[in-house]
């Protein structure tokens, strides 16, 4: 059987190392999303991406030229 103190401390060591990391992540998504479909207004990470989306989604549609 575990000590008092000891309990405790493992107790707190625990909670530590199990808590969730602080902070949104929504400011490195925003970043890492450069490029928006402009018709359903997705986010996506590049223009690759968009092609396949356009493939997938607005099959019927073109998809808009690269901008270099």
């Known amino acids: ?37 402009p018709i359903c207004k997705v986010q996506l990470a590049n223009e690759k991406q968009l092609g396949d989306h356009y493939g997938s989604k607005h099959p019927k549609e073109n998809p808009p030229a690269v901008s270099s």
């Open 1 to 37: 059987m575990t000590r008092g103190k000891q309990k405790i401390e493992a107790q707190r060591r625990n909670a530590e190392k199990n808590q969730k990391p602080k902070g949104s992540q929504l400011e490195a998504r925003a970043v890492a999303l450069k490029v928006s479909c």
